[in-house]
């Protein structure tokens, strides 16, 4: 069973502080890597798709790291905004079976 | 275009009952998803299909059975329900494989009593 970590659990910021928090998966057979912005009451959004060591992508405030060999990706947030409060989930691809395997997500509280 | 629509939005089924749950999409995807979504725990993958015709199962397939006999429609089965099953379901849909970005229902609330 493939397991992909999210840490911490939940974070509580205050209103532009710059956070960050990490996904843990499988460093062998990678395939690729999604992160997706889940807000209470709606459905999941995709921010990213990342597929390569090294990789960086970057939407607004929001960005993220890719760390392939060691098996971790970050995703950062500058100066927090109340709307950035939500649940971020990773979801890690191998190449095997090609399904993705969902974190249990981060919890961000950003407070005004 | 109203992308990923789930039907119903919440049931309440007594142990042993059956029910369907309708996904649709109308973005023209050839992939398409069910995940449930526990406390605690991640998306969990109950199915997929990679087109028309098609279906695989998941991670947690036990006690589910979809079908796909149209593109845009993906309809999820309990044929007995348990109240393990009690959790709230999501559809998703891509536009190819599982790299693509997934697109998700607004979910579907499932008490089992």
Known sequence: ILNVEQSPQSLHVQEGDSTNFTCSFPSSNFYALHWYRWETAKSPEALF?????????KKGRISAT????EGYSYLYIKGSQPEDSATYLCAFLDNQGGKLIFGQ???????? | NAGVTQTPKFRVLKTGQSMTLLCAQDMNHEYMYWYRQDPGMGLRLIHYSVGEGTTAKGEVPDGYNVSRLKKQNF????ESAAPSQTSVYFCASSPAG????????????????
């Open chain 2, 98 to 113: 599982p790299l693509s970005t997934q697109y998700f229902g607004p979910g579907t609330r499932l008490l089992v009593l």
């Open chain 1, 105 to 112: 997500g981060t919890e961000l509280s950003v407070k005004p």
């Open chain 1, 66 to 69: 890719l760390n392939t060999k």
């Open chain 2, 75 to 78: 309809l999820l089965g309990l």
């Open chain 1, 49 to 57: 798709v990342m597929t390569l060591n090294g990789d960086e992508k």
